[in-house]
Each structure stands twice: as structure tokens, then as C-alpha cells.
């Protein structure tokens, strides 16, 4: 099992960057992709961004791609997400998420793919 803790969140203005942090405990973090998923009010959740279990594999939602980048290291058992030319519409509860996937190269984008989530953490982005 995985404990992920969010941190990082926090009001920003349209145009800022902020950078999430997700921080794992528990045993094989690095044979974890990671995933890290957003949901606004009255929303239904959605993916931003996914990593395999080495960083060498990576994807991202089209809304984001080319503003957020999903790293991770896993000798910190942390993931990241650095979102740069944030926009109002980024305005959400961002969640990261593992899925047990040692060697794998594939991409895990749906919440039902993912085992283990974090709490949350809130971004405001303001006009």
C-alpha cells in the first residue's frame, strides 16, 4: 500500500505557476505510475496528467498540454506537477493517484485505473 499527501496548492493569479507536490509513504513508490487528477465544483473529476513508474513515460490531458509538466523522483517518493500559464478554468481540488505498475510503459488516464489517492489539494486561479 501507498499514502500520497498533496501539498503546494494555494491562490494564484491567471498567468502564475504553481507546483504540486505529492509525497508517497509506504513501500515501491517507484514501481507506482503516478497520476495526478483535478475536479472542479459541480464537476466530474478529470485527468491532467500521468507517469510510469521510471519518469520516462508521461502524458497529459490536451487542456493542459504544453502549460503543465508531471515529473517525479523517486528517491524523494515524491511526484510533481508544475503548471505554468494558469488559467481561471484550472480552478479546482487537485488529487494525485498510484496505480501498481513496475515496468510498465503504459498510460493510465481514467480514476478507475488508480488504487490509491490522496486528499487533495485546492488551486485557485483568479482573473
Known amino acids: 500500500q501507498v499514502q500520497l499527501v498533496e501539498s503546494g496548492g494555494g491562490l494564484v493569479q491567471a498567468g502564475g505557476s504553481l507546483r504540486l507536490s505529492c509525497a508517497a509513504s509506504?513501500?515501491?513508490?517507484?514501481?507506482?505510475?503516478m497520476g495526478w487528477f483535478r475536479q472542479a465544483p459541480g464537476k466530474e473529476r478529470e485527468f491532467v496528467a500521468t507517469?510510469?513508474?521510471?519518469?520516462?513515460?508521461?502524458y497529459s490531458a490536451d487542456s493542459v498540454k504544453g502549460r503543465f509538466t508531471i515529473s517525479r523522483d523517486n528517491a524523494k517518493n515524491t511526484v510533481y506537477l508544475q503548471m505554468n500559464s494558469l488559467k481561471p478554468e484550472d480552478t479546482a481540488v487537485y488529487y494525485c493517484a498510484a496505480v501498481w505498475a513496475p515496468f510498465s510503459g503504459s498510460y493510465y488516464y481514467t480514476a478507475d485505473d488508480y488504487d490509491y489517492w490522496g486528499q487533495g489539494t485546492q488551486v485557485t486561479v483568479s482573473s
Open positions: 509506504g513501500r515501491g513508490f517507484s514501481s507506482y505510475a
Open positions: 507517469i510510469n513508474w521510471s519518469g520516462g513515460n508521461t
